[in-house]
């Protein structure tokens, strides 16, 4: 397979690899997380994936059929709310409040909720499709990462937090070292200081500074620490989900990071059997890639 196309694959399934593996540990007191399980909160079957994949793929499916356009995204996130399209179930859960808000917002007055005191890490978990599509523009991953934030957390931190990761998915796609996404892609955007120095503090600090939190400053920054500190996808992932708590959302973030640079081809192959509606997922991404290709 094509080494960039490799990327590109590993970016969403990576997203909804880390997404699953850890769900079932969401806000529960354990030990030490090593591989997949069932239960949680969610009352799910080993490889099912929670709210960030779903509407992961429903950004996908809407980027697909219309390009990038609000309006058509979160008329998907809606159709995953009330009929459970691209659920892993037959229904949708895992719904934050903030995103139920705004989506009911959208519904009631079709525009978009103007919720801007809350920085969450839930526009930032479901990122992978934008610097998918614009895989050929580093400029336009980075800008349309921060716009897709909009139809549910419109934040400063969010948004911005969507454009660092977007900028860094769409140059490891591309082939970029480490060394440059984690030292130099920065300063070729135009960042809040809040979020720009998230990525500059991390060679300096211990797993002890990290917080873990449903913060998008928060759960970038685990993402960004894991994927620094580790030198595969595995690894990467249990890093940080390990920080415990919100451990879909934050496995889902180091999921897509670490998917698109390590590749589809470096995911472990045991989880990856494991993972809920494998054809669908690929089918999708498959289509996502063509549509990509018609951006150059």
Known sequence: ???????????????????????????????????????????????????????????????????FDLDSQIKKYLKWIDDGYLSSKDKAFGIDNQTMDALIYYEKYTKFADITNIDSNKSLARLAPIPMFFKNSFKDAIYYSGQSSYTTHNNIYSIHSCKLLGGIIQQAINGENKKFLMNEIHKKMDLVYDVRLRVVDIKYK???????????????????????????????????????GDTDTIG??????????????????LWILKIAKKDLIMEIIENLYNASISTE
């Not at 997949?36 to 992961?56: H, Q, R, V």
């Not at 180091?254 to 470096?266: E, K, P, T």
């Open 1 to 67: 397979m094509d080494k960039t196309k490799d990327r590109f694959i590993g970016a969403l399934f990576g997203l909804i690899v880390g997404n699953a593996l850890g769900a079932p540990y969401k806000n529960l007191n354990v030990e030490k997380i090593t591989d997949f399980s069932k239960g949680g909160i969610y009352g799910l079957n080993i490889g099912e994936w929670t709210d960030s994949a779903s509407m992961a793929l429903c950004l996908a499916e809407s980027l697909i059929e219309d390009g």
């Open 206 to 244: 211990s797993k002890e500074q990290i917080r873990s939190s449903s913060a998008s400053l928060d759960s970038l920054e685990i993402a960004l620490w894991a994927f620094y500190n580790t030198n595969n996808f595995k690894d990467a992932v249990l890093t940080a989900i390990n920080f415990k």
């Open 252 to 269: 889902a973030i180091i999921g897509q990071l670490a998917g698109s640079y390590y590749g589809y081809s470096n995911l472990p192959k």
